[in-house]
């Protein structure tokens, strides 16, 4: 029998766990779960990692470096300030409407990972590294149409990660949330910048995760 690269495995896994988290939550899928979707035991789940809780931290990296390059690649172009703030709240309203059913798995995971002292630490030290990349990719968005910052790169990324996880809670309760234009009310303002009224179509649309795993 051909043995399956470990690359392989462990992205057959990853994509297994994420379809059912997104589809149950976190608290309702076991790793016997995630090993029957991604076709193998749980001793090949076991082989590459340590539990369900080290699958979902490996998720959460991948997303965001997914959602990072999104935004690199929507934010390529040669824009004006009010353009560029405005693809970024495109941006952020598209992450809201992706991300749905995983951020109701994301809130389950923190409740948990908050009574597990070593996780908490691990996931401390998730959180600094994607604020450090988050500070970087705002750092350069600034520079490109000549914002200076006031304030440390990663407290400006702390507040905009904040305002961005707060809007999307709100967004889940209520649907007709304009993710994209409260973004850009309060992001013009803590940058100092014109403010800019987003195109109609910015506004969060009524999709998710959820629906591109339906069928």
């Keep these: 029998m051909t043995r399956i690269p470990r690359e392989i495995t462990r992205t057959r896994i990853l994509d297994a766990a994420h379809r059912l988290f997104v589809a149950r939550g976190f608290n309702r899928v076991t790793v016997e779960d995630?090993?029957?979707?991604?076709?193998?035991?749980?001793?090949?789940?076991?082989?590459?990692?340590?539990n369900k809780a080290e699958i979902f931290v490996a998720l959460i990296d991948r997303r965001f470096d997914d959602?990072?390059?999104?935004?690199?690649?929507?934010?390529?172009?040669?824009?004006?300030?009010?353009?560029r703030v405005a693809a970024l709240a495109r941006w952020i309203a598209a992450e809201a409407s992706r991300s749905r059913e995983w951020s109701t798995a994301e809130l389950e995971f923190y409740a948990f990972?908050?009574?597990?002292?070593?996780?908490?630490?691990?996931?401390m030290d998730v959180q600094r590294a994607g604020r450090a990349d988050f500070a970087d990719f705002l750092v350069s968005q600034c520079q490109r149409i000549d914002v200076e910052i006031d304030i440390p790169p990663e407290h400006l990324a702390a507040i905009v990660n904040s305002l961005v996880r707060g809007l999307m809670l709100e967004w889940m309760v209520d649907?007709?949330?304009?993710?994209?234009?409260?973004?850009?009310?309060?992001?013009?303002?803590?940058?100092?910048?014109?403010?800019?009224?987003?195109?109609?179509?910015?506004?969060?649309?009524?999709?998710?995760?959820?629906?591109?795993?339906?069928?």
């Design 67 to 83: 959602q990072l390059d999104r935004a690199l690649e929507d934010l390529s172009a040669d824009l004006d300030s009010s353009e």
């Design 175 to 215: 649907l007709s949330t304009d993710v994209a234009g409260l973004f850009v009310a309060a992001f013009t303002r803590l940058l100092g910048v014109p403010p800019v009224a987003p195109r109609s179509d910015d506004r969060t649309p009524a999709h998710s995760e959820g629906d591109e795993h339906a069928h």
């Design 34 to 50: 995630i090993a029957t979707k991604a076709g193998f035991t749980r001793g090949a789940v076991y082989s590459n990692f340590a």
């Design 113 to 123: 990972a908050s009574s597990d002292p070593e996780l908490s630490v691990r996931m």
